[in-house]
Every structure is written in C-alpha cells, then in structure tokens.
T-cell receptor, first 113, second 117 residues
Framework: AQSVTQPDIHITVSEGASLELRCNYS??????LFWYVQSPGQGLQLLLK??????LVQGIKGFEAEFKRSQSSFNLRKPSVHWSDAAEYFC???????????FGAGTRLAVHP | NAGVTQTPKFQVLKTGQSMTLQCAQD?????MYWYRQDPGMGLRLIYY???????DKGEVPNGYNVSRLNKREFSLRLESAAPSQTSVYFC????????????????FGDGTRLSIL
C-alpha cells in the first residue's frame, strides 16, 4: 500500500539558514508527489509537484524539491528561510484514481529571528 | 476568484447532534474531496466525488455521509456527532481524473474547525 512518511514532527531553524524537510514514500511505480504548506488557520497551498522528468523541481516562494528514486525520497529545500516560512508542511502522494492524495503527518517549522 | 469556500468556519456541537458542512468551488472542477486533519496524522480522506452524481468512500468514512448536490457543491453530514469527530475538516477540488493523464493538484478551502462536546 502507498504511504508517506515525514520523519520530523518539528523543526526549528534560524532566519537566513538553509532548510531541508524530509519525505519518504512507499509506492510500487513512479509516484506523483506534492508538497503543500499550511499557515496557521489556513487551508493547504501547493508549493510544488513532481510528475515526471527533471528530478529537481522548482516551486513557489523559493522552495525546491528533489526526487530520488533510489532513496524513495522527495525532500523539500530552501536555501535561506524567512520568518514568514513558519508553517506546517505536508508531503503527499497521488493514490490510485481520481486524484486521491495520501498525506504524511506533517512537519511543523518554527523560524527564530 | 473565491476558489473553494467552506461554511461554517467554526462549530461546536453536543454529542448526538447532527450537522452539515458545506463546500462550494467556482473553478468548474470535476472532482471534490473531504478530509479531516488531526494532530500527528496529516489529512485523511473521508469521501470523494469523482464527478457530479457520484460519491465514494475514502480512508475514514464511518460516521459520515456526503452529497454531491451539483458540480459546484459537495456537503459532508454528521448524523450523530461523536467526540472522536472533533477535528478540522477540509474540502478540496481538482480538475482532472488520473485516467486522463492530466493530474492536476487539489485546491483546498480554509477548513471548518469542529468541536464535539
């Protein structure tokens, strides 16, 4: 069965530092992968998606993610974090038909000034 | 462009009461979804509707019913609310089906925060 694991529940970084959020998936074929961000009290906003092709995917707000099939990973990165990036981040995989998604448990990011 | 609109934003119920959560999208999307979000568990799919007139169970459908009223609207009903249904509920919509090869991401509403006492 498909699954998504986000090993880090909470991460704290200093403003201006680099960021990497981990995501591992379990899926038998080529996965369709997503990263979403959720600001407090808000819905989920799509940061980026991977369907095929180039394994380094650029998203909004300066985020990127790299798909590594050998490691079953799709880690999210940002070179320099801003205070406004404090939020919860969800990795998700497309599951079966009708665009259904399976989400990881999320990683809550705190940013220190 | 409102996107996906959910009402109400907050609700407190007593155990055993019934409640319908409303969701509407103005993007002409075929598919709509209801999720619940609980701490440490991410979002879990309750029900989805691939197209107008169809609905199917997701991962956690027990205790819920849904209605796809038309292409725009997809409601979620709790017939007899239980404390275990205290959660944040999200509605989402997406444009295309996997079968078309055009896998568009889901667009989410801002959520309904539901507490059941």
């Amino acid at each position: 069965a498909q699954s998504v694991t986000q090993p880090d529940i909470h991460i704290t970084v200093s403003e201006g530092a680099s960021l990497e959020l981990r995501c591992n998936y379990s899926y038998g074929a080529t996965p369709y992968l997503f990263w979403y961000v959720q600001s407090p009290g808000q819905g989920l906003q799509l940061l980026l998606k991977y369907f095929s092709g180039d394994t380094l995917v650029q998203g909004i707000k300066g985020f990127e993610a790299e798909f590594k099939r050998s490691q079953s990973s799709f880690n999210l990165r940002k070179p320099s974090v801003h205070w406004s990036d404090a939020a919860e981040y969800f990795c998700a995989i497309l599951s079966g038909g009708y665009n259904k998604l399976i989400f990881g448990a999320g990683t809550r990011l705190a940013v220190h000034p | 462009n409102a996107g996906v609109t959910q009402t109400p934003k907050f609700q407190v119920l007593k155990t055993g009461q019934s409640m319908t959560l409303q969701c509407a999208q103005d993007m002409n999307h075929n598919s709509m979804y209801w999720y619940r979000q609980d701490p440490g568990m991410g979002l879990r799919l309750i029900y989805y509707s691939a197209s107008e007139g169809t609905t199917d169970k997701g991962e956690v459908p027990n205790g819920y019913n849904v209605s796809r009223l038309n292409k725009r609207e997809f409601s979620l009903r709790l017939e007899s609310a239980a404390p275990s249904q205290t959660s944040v509920y999200f509605c989402a919509s997406s444009e295309a089906l996997l079968a078309t090869g055009n896998n568009q991401p889901q667009h989410f509403g801002d959520g309904t925060r539901l507490s059941i006492l």
